[in-house]
């Protein structure tokens, strides 16, 4: 709520490093009178074979075409490890800490570079040319960051899946992307349970068959456990990686060379993947986090984001290695063995910067404040989230409880399609606002625009739009430019729209109101309740289905589905089924957390599923549902809600 007071910049203990809000105004203004000057300045925070000349070319009209830096040359695996090299070689870049290992990982810069090289020159040996596709599918583990540095430098487009994907959903992956070499593990732990990446990545890569454009997979052991190869095409990954040479002259590409792709949900259901290339998506990468985690000498940014992300991308391996960071990463949850176990890592590692989602802090919430008093956290100085909505009794907890009132809390608002922090406040620069996710970074121009698309001024409350390019925009859908036309541009002509509705404050404070589309996040993972839908048509003992997205007190939303079933069916739906049916297709992360087998669905006289309905009845609502006169049959309404309520 916006009339939750203000936490002014002066009441943090001011580092001298940090920007005050005079430069802040500076960068503002400076952004604003000569956007090209401005971006071609902060493209200097990154390493060019070729300086770029030109800032932004293109337009958000018609064929939408957007190009950074055009005539610059570099490549990212130089700007995040090669070029700290002289200065900061013996420095830490990487900490990777694993579950039940007594000690963490940790790689100078000069030890990432030699693991870089080394898998640079076996992805050579194995085919990968330029311009190829590589999928990654890995746990939290440091190959992850290796492999992703690795592909940057041979000039290869890396794919990261999540390993919470199915078979299926990551055998679509492949065949979308037409990936030729995956990196995967042999299993992962998950507390006390084991995931078998290989397995899966097996039953994919058979699934794909004959189509599959998938040569050579590379498997990182990460147990003692037998890991089925297929010979001449499984490779173990120490055995063969560790005997190629520790250097490698990196591919130097164009800036508008594609570096990665990722996979994200959207309406209308298919899982669309969308495209960052090289030089915007870098210098981008290197300013937001710099204005927002800004690296000082001895700093640990731990963002907690699993690398198959953006956030992993941007905030655990681009960013922070960019700038020149130590940066943390882990497969631990945060509650197991035992509750605070991120507070354990956090005092053991001295973390100075801790990077989450809210869902993670409700988590921490629930625990209760004595398990968070029972750590120091005097390390932290800084903490952050981003992903989903976070309430300001949540962030208020966050900021006392674990920031112990010392550390300003950063909420920031961005998208895989932004790639990087677009609103989000500037540490020690300015007022922060529990709840809001503060204001744009200097050089966006962010609005909001009315059901007719007409822009608001001032106070006002709409969908959140973005007026000019920024360097690390989306470029396109992976071989659907049309569709990323149409999701993007044609909402708002002439602007980028973000799918999210958002108000702004009298001080031009931005909160956001959740998504617009059929786009759900649960746990800060997004879930298109089209794909769940489609996954369910799959069995024909179904008539229909409606997923909705409802409140959860720590996931922030959760997955419910309404199911019609076949009257004449052999066998009978069951709840259990259907949540297998989901986690099968899509994977464990979208498993609904409710099933109702419902006779029908409340639908308008042109067949519509009024899903607002659906959505107050899930969420226990048992009256209040407004006029229901467009219904074509009211009654049953009141026959779901009796099932909702037999069920609670
Ligand atoms: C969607 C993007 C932060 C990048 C990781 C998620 C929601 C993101 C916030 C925030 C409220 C947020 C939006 C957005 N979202 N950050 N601070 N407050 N909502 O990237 O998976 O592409 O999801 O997450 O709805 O559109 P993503």
Redesign the pocket.
């Known amino acids: 709520m916006s009339h939750t007071s203000s936490i002014p910049a002066s009441a943090y203990h001011k580092h001298p490093l940090l920007m005050s809000a005079e430069r802040l105004q500076v960068m503002r203004d400076y952004a604003r009178q000569d956007p090209e000057a401005f971006w071609l300045e902060q493209a200097q925070r990154i390493h060019w074979h070729r300086k770029p000349t030109k800032a932004f070319r293109g337009s958000f009209d018609g064929d939408v075409s957007i190009k950074w830096y055009e005539d610059g040359l570099l490549n990212a695996s130089v700007c995040c490890i090669d070029r700290h090299l002289t200065a900061r070689g013996d420095q830490v870049a990487l900490i990777s800490h694993r579950e039940g290992r007594e000690n963490a990982e940790k790689l100078t810069y000069c030890m990432l570079h030699e693991r870089v090289c080394r898998l640079a020159n076996a992805l050579t040996d194995l085919g990968v040319e330029k311009g190829q596709r590589v999928a990654i599918c890995l746990p939290m583990i440091s190959e992850s960051v290796v492999a992703m540095l690795a592909c940057a430098r041979v000039g290869a487009i890396h794919v990261v899946l999540f390993g919470g994907f199915s078979a299926e959903g990551i055998a679509d992956r492949l065949h979308d992307s037409g990936a030729v070499l995956v990196i995967t593990a042999s299993e992962a732990k998950r507390g006390s349970k084991s995931v078998p990446f290989k397995q899966t990545m097996d039953e994919a890569l058979l699934k794909a068959g004959k189509d599959s454009t998938v040569h050579s997979v590379l498997v990182v052991r990460t147990s003692e456990a037998a890991v089925p190869m297929l010979p001449g095409r499984d490779y173990d990954f120490h055995d063969f990686v560790d005997s190629f040479e520790p250097d490698f002259i990196p591919v130097v590409m164009p800036a508008e060379a594609p570096l990665f792709m990722l996979y ?1 949900s959207g309406s209308p259901g298919k899982p669309k993947a969308v495209v960052h290339t090289t030089g915007g998506y870098m210098a981008w990468a290197a300013y937001t986090m710099g204005m927002v985690y800004t690296q000082h000498p001895g700093d640990v940014l731990w963002c907690t984001a699993d690398v198959a ?3 992993g991308h941007t905030s655990v391996v681009y960013g922070p290695l960019a700038n020149g960071g130590t940066t943390m990463i882990s497969d631990s949850l945060p509650n197991a063995p035992h509750p605070g176990r991120w507070l354990d890592l956090v005092d053991e590692y001295k973390v100075t910067m801790l990077f989450t989602s809210p869902t993670a802090v409700r988590a921490m919430m629930a625990d209760g404040d004595e398990v968070a008093a029972a750590h120091s956290l005097e390390s932290l100085r800084l903490l952050g ?6 309430s300001s009794d949540v962030w208020l907890w966050y900021h006392d409880t674990i920031g112990r009132k010392r550390c300003p809390v950063a ?7 932004t790639a990087g922090i677009v609103l989000g406040p500037v540490p020690g620069a300015q007022a922060l606002k529990p709840g809001s ?1 503060s204001t744009p970074l200097p050089g966006l121009e962010l609005v909001i625009a009315d059901q007719k698309g007409q822009i608001q001024q001032n106070m006002a409350e709409g969908s959140l739009c973005i007026a000019r390019s920024w360097p690390g925009q989306a470029r396109t859908i992976w071989r659907d430019h049309d569709r990323f036309c149409k999701t993007y541009f044609s909402m708002v002509p002439g602007f980028y729209f ?3 509705g958002a108000r702004r404050d009298e001080d031009g404070y931005y909160w ?1 109101t ?2 617009m589309d059929d786009v759900i ?1 649960v746990a ?1 993972h ?1 879930l298109g309740t089209a794909e769940v839908e489609d996954a369910l048509a799959t069995d024909h003992r179904l008539v229909e289905s409606a997923a909705v997205g409802v409140p959860h007190p720590v996931k922030g939303q959760a997955l419910v589905v309404f199911v019609i079933s076949r009257k004449d069916a052999v066998t009978q739906l069951t709840e259990a089924g259907i949540k297998t049916l989901v986690s099968d297709t899509l994977g464990r992360y979208a498993t609904p957390e409710d099933v109702y087998i419902v006779p029908d669905l409340p639908r308008t006289r042109s067949g519509k599923i009024v899903r607002r309905l659906l959505r107050k009845i899930a969420s226990g609502e048992v009256d209040n549902f407004g006029d229901l006169s467009t219904l074509t049959d009211q009654d049953i309404v009141r026959t779901i809600c009796n099932f909702v309520q037999d069920k609670k």
């Open positions: 994200t992300w953006i956030t989230v981003a992903g989903e909505p976070i909420d920031t608002w961005w998208q895989t399609e996710a973000t799918g999210d956001i959740g998504r996040n800060g997004r």
